[in-house]
């Protein structure tokens, strides 16, 4: 089945600066790629996803990348905020796993003013 | 609210006792589908429906769990005699069937302690 890694698994950045988080999968037949922010207690949600079709996704200070040459793919954050600080999620689907999504590990984000 | 809810936010239980959780989905959402997410790590899928139809099961699924989704709206997880292994957060998410297009919402979930 599909094998997400993500790293890193903790992340400490100043308020300002830039953020990156990559994600590898290893379903080539995966066509999906959504990233999720949980916040302590909260649930997880869904803040920007891609489609294998494309390379590249901005939405304001986020934006994802894909590689599937590479089956790797990765969120980045502009001018981060401190409450950007939370947990975020890569994920991947496609046929071969339906439409389960297959999460990374998580990687804890800290953003100190 | 329109978003998706789950029933009960908290459920403490004894070993061995049986539990069920409730999940009303986003209401124009045909797709419905459970996790469970442990302490530092990614939810894991459990099982999902296409309307009343329970159409994936991961292995992760045991025989003491059982999911239905009877008029293809909102759904159930029963856990029977319950283990403390399966202290987690178990949670919903609801899709519309759109292709490839798959976005999931999540519930706020329900907190199991087997005690």
């Known amino acids: 089945g599909e094998n997400v890694e993500q790293h890193p698994s903790t992340l400490s950045v100043q308020e300002g600066d830039s953020a990156v988080i990559k994600c590898t999968y290893s379903d080539s037949a995966s066509n999906y790629f959504p990233w999720y922010k949980q916040e302590l207690g909260k649930r997880p949600q869904l803040i920007i996803d891609i489609r294998s079709n494309v390379g590249e996704k901005k939405d304001q200070r986020i934006a994802v990348t894909l590689n599937k040459t590479a089956k790797h793919f990765s969120l980045h954050i502009t001018e981060t905020q401190p409450e950007d600080s939370a947990v975020y999620f890569c994920a991947a689907s496609g046929s071969n796993s339906g439409y389960a999504l297959n999460f990374g590990k998580g990687t804890s984000l800290l953003v100190t003013p | 609210d329109t978003g998706v809810s789950q029933d009960p936010r908290h459920k403490i239980t004894k070993r061995g006792q049986n539990v069920t959780f409730r999940c009303d989905p986003i209401?124009?959402?045909?797709?419905l589908y459970w996790y469970r997410q442990t302490l530092g790590q990614g939810p894991e899928f459990l099982t999902y429906f296409q309307n009343e139809a329970q159409l994936e099961k991961s292995r992760l699924l045991s025989d003491r769990f059982s999911a239905e989704r009877p008029k293809g709206s909102f759904s159930t997880l029963e856990i029977q005699r319950t283990e403390q292994g399966d202290s987690a957060m178990y949670l919903c998410?609801?899709?519309?069937?759109?292709?490839?297009?798959?976005?999931?919402?999540f519930g706020p979930g329900t907190r199991l302690t087997v005690l």
């Open positions: 998410a609801s899709s519309l069937d759109r292709g490839i297009y798959n976005e999931q919402f």
């Open positions: 209401s124009e959402h045909n797709r």
